[in-house]
């Protein structure tokens, strides 16, 4: 039963470019949630969402950023224009709902953005 | 919005000494769960507690909630090199249909062998 898979684990942009990060959901998991982790920081929350639906992107910077979970296929954050200040860790985790239960994260995607 | 403050921030001790964090929220929590990062690694869930003045033991780890189910601690008896990492709580907030988790910024523990 794989877990959480997130790729690419590494990615390197120069300011200006754009950043696509994946994350495939555990087996049976509809829900996923971004976050932002910046060094010796806590996880920001970024957004949550459903198949194909945006719960709640309270957390998404306004400009910029975006996110989709399609009926078919991985969630996706997307980053554009990166500046040097979006240089984090950006991990995804994924429940079998959106209610009080535990979250299972991937591994990771670290951005640095040169 | 709801904030989790989480203290210390970091935490050094030698093998074999206790450790504990804390966790307080602004406002009541819905459940408490408790995460552990590995340096390099990403979060691991480790326990959610729900009920108010709950205790929940782990081997070596004890959880609390408190009695309001405004805090929550995590204590490791006699720690051991393995239990180096960043410790996070995570308070659940639901408002009507929502439900949201925030994260303190953890604790980093640190022992020395």
């Known amino acids: 039963n794989a877990g959480v898979m997130q790729n690419p684990r590494h990615l390197v942009r120069r300011r200006g470019q754009e950043a696509r990060l994946r994350c495939s959901p555990m087996k049976g998991h509809s829900h996923v949630y971004w976050y932002r982790q910046l060094p010796e920081e806590g996880l920001k929350f970024m957004v949550y969402l459903q198949k194909e639906n945006i719960i709640d992107e309270s957390g998404m910077p306004k400009e910029r950023f975006s996110a989709e979970f399609p009926k078919e296929g991985p969630s996706i954050l997307r980053i554009q224009q990166v500046v040097r200040g979006d240089s984090a860790a950006y991990f995804c985790a994924s429940s079998p709902s959106g209610t009080g239960i535990e979250q299972y994260f991937g591994p990771g995607t670290r951005l640095t953005v040169t | 919005g709801q904030q989790v403050m989480q203290i210390p921030q970091y935490q050094h001790v030698q093998e074999g000494e206790d450790f504990t964090t804390y966790c307080n929220s602004s406002t009541t929590l819905s459940n408490i769960q408790w995460y552990k990062q590995r340096p390099g690694g990403h979060p691991v869930f480790l326990i959610q507690?729900?009920?108010?003045?709950e205790v929940k033991k782990q081997k070596r780890l004890t959880f609390q909630f408190g009695e309001a189910k405004k805090n929550s601690s995590l204590h490791i008896t006699a720690t051991q090199t393995t239990d180096v990492g960043t410790y996070f709580c995570a308070g659940g907030y639901r408002g009507g249909s929502n439900y949201k988790l925030t994260f303190g910024k953890g604790t980093l523990l640190t022992v020395n062998p």
């Open positions: 507690l729900v009920k108010s003045g």
